[in-house]
Structure formats: C-alpha cells, structure tokens
C-alpha cells in the first residue's frame, strides 16, 4: 500500500480529486452568499436596510437595523456580519458596530442569539431568518440570557426606566434612519 500511496500517480490523482472538490465547495459557498445577497435585496424589509459587501473581503457584510418598536425606534443600528469560510455549515457572527442599550448586547457589541449558537445552528437557515431572530431580539430583550446584567435587572424591574435610558441612548448613539 506504502508503494502506491507514495506512487507519483497516486498523488497526481489525489491532489486533483482534493483541488476539484474545493473549487466545488468554493463555487457552492460564493453560489449560496451571492443568492442570499440577492433575496435580501429583493425582500426590501423595512427592518434591514443599506446592505453593503466589503469589497476587499466579500464574507464581511454591514447592513442597518432599524427597529420599528420602541425605545429603538428613533435611531437605526449598524451591524457586521462575518461569514465563516465553512458557511452554511457554521453559522455568520453577528456584531453591533452601533452602541445600542440592550441586555443582550455586550458593550463591544457581541449578541446573545440562540439561532447563532453553533449547536443551534442548521446549514438550511437562511440570513433573512438571522435578521428577523435579531430583530425579535432588540424588540423582545431576553433577561435571562443576559450580556449585560446590569440592564437585564433594570429591565425587569424598571421597565419604564428602562425603556426611557434606551430611548435617549438610540437618539445619542444611533445612526440616522433611511
């Protein structure tokens, strides 16, 4: 076996059938980002606007979210999605590039999304799904699976505050609404 795995056939053989099916993979990975891209633009949601592709990186993505419940709703969000190399296999990453006041948003900007988590995730899930799980999220904060535990408490037991200090943050840090 030694002789005709090291045989300089064998490896010809072996390095082409491995560059094929990455260029493979490779046009089914552009493929898919290329057809997501294109679905969003076409869905036109009033939630996700200004999608914009880096140019000198095509995996990095930044859109707007522009809540449309209050607190957020006087400002719009500045988001970056990161696209692993093995997408749809594993799932974007998802950051705040605004400031936003939310429990489920860390200062940095990390989100706390189930649908993201990589045992959660599924090859199937499309990005339109990712922005509405995102979005349910700034509308519906989830105090129990806090970033941010200071806010998680100030939301549960002073909503009224609460919602008054993210108001004000929106229309500080926010970006402008299309």
């Given at each position: 076996y030694v002789e005709l795995l090291c045989s300089p056939k064998f490896l010809?053989?072996?390095?082409?059938?491995?560059?094929e099916h990455?260029?493979?993979?490779?046009?089914?990975?552009?493929?898919?980002?290329?057809?997501?891209?294109?679905?969003?633009?076409?869905?036109?949601l009033p939630y996700f606007t200004n999608i914009q592709v880096n140019q000198s990186n095509f995996l990095v993505w930044q859109g707007l979210i522009v809540p449309q419940e209050k607190p957020y709703d006087k400002g719009a969000f500045l988001?970056?999605?990161t696209f692993a190399p093995e997408y749809p296999f594993k799932p974007p990453?998802?950051?705040?590039?605004?400031?936003?006041?939310?429990?489920?948003?860390?200062?940095?900007?990390?989100?706390c999304l189930p649908l993201l988590q990589p045992e959660n995730w599924k090859p199937a899930t499309r990005l339109e799904q990712?922005?509405?799980?995102?979005?349910a999220m700034i509308h519906s904060p989830q105090p129990d699976h806090p970033l941010r535990p200071d806010l998680a408490a100030e939301y549960v037991q002073n909503k009224k505050k609460f919602f008054r200090v993210a108001e004000r943050f929106t229309v500080e840090y926010g970006e402008s609404r299309p």
């Open positions: 010809l053989i072996f390095e082409y059938t491995v560059r990455w260029t493979f993979c490779l046009m089914a990975f552009s493929r898919r980002l290329i057809t997501e891209l294109e679905d969003i633009r076409k869905l036109q988001v970056e999605i990453r998802v950051i705040f590039r605004t400031k936003i006041y939310h429990p489920n948003v860390s200062e940095d900007g990390q989100i990712v922005i509405e799980s995102l979005v």
